[in-house]
T-cell receptor, first 114, second 117 residues
């Protein structure tokens, strides 16, 4: 079991460029999440998908879009990157969307926007 | 909105000493409180959690306490070892009793723990 995998591991973009962060899980989990981690601010939820076919906004959704491609995959898209989106992005999954389920995190994508 | 405050932001202890990290939460409907450990270059990993119907939970050298009245909870690590060095995050959610917030964890700001050999 690979758990939660994310690609790429590192990315440098110029302001205005677009890119998609990929996430996949092989644990047959129903729910998936995208977080960003910034120094001194902990982890903040960008978007989540409680189950296949549904997506909802989290705390900081502006500037992002998501796609729950199937039960395994959940992608995060930056349409026009801004320096404020420089961050480490984590994907996570859990068995269900109930708040007391353990979330399993991927290794992260470190994104720099110049 | 919901908020979780975590203190201290950095903590340095000698190997063998105890470490305590404290969190307070604002949403009185929160009823699930996990703690995650993040090692360098990795994603966070759950180490212990507690539900609001329990005041204390222990797992070997790690314990968590919850004071619902004061809306705060703490992580206690005893007999610290160098491998305990990491960033620790507390979090809170409404667990199974929420509706619109179901599934959402609100994280604290993180505590960088350094255990000196």
């Amino acid at each position: 079991n690979a758990g939660v995998t994310q690609t790429p591991k590192f990315q440098v973009l110029k302001t205005g460029q677009s890119m998609t962060l990929q996430c996949a899980q092989d644990m047959n989990h129903n729910s998936m999440y995208w977080y960003r981690q910034d120094p001194g601010m902990g982890l903040r939820l960008i978007y989540y998908s409680a189950s296949e076919g549904t997506t909802d906004k989290g705390e900081v959704p502006n500037g992002y879009n998501v796609s729950r491609l199937n039960k395994r995959e959940f992608s995060l898209r930056l349409e026009s990157a801004a320096p404020s989106q420089t961050s480490v992005y984590f994907c996570a999954s859990s068995v269900t969307g109930l708040g007391d389920n353990e979330q399993f995190f991927g290794p992260g994508t470190r994104l720099t926007v110049l | 909105g919901e908020n979780v405050e975590q203190h201290p932001s950095t903590l340095s202890v000698q190997e063998g000493d105890s470490a305590v990290i404290k969190c307070t939460y604002s949403d009185s409907a929160s009823n699930y409180f996990p703690w995650y450990k993040q090692e360098l270059g990795k994603g966070p990993q759950l180490i212990i959690d507690i539900r609001s119907n329990v005041g204390e939970k222990k797992d070997q050298r790690i314990a968590v306490t919850l004071n619902k009245t004061a809306k705060h909870f703490s992580l206690h690590i005893t007999e610290t070892q160098p491998e305990d060095s990491a960033v620790y995050f507390c979090a809170a959610s409404r667990g199974r009793h929420g509706s619109s917030n179901t599934g959402k964890l609100i994280f604290g700001q993180g505590t960088t723990l350094q255990v000196k050999p």
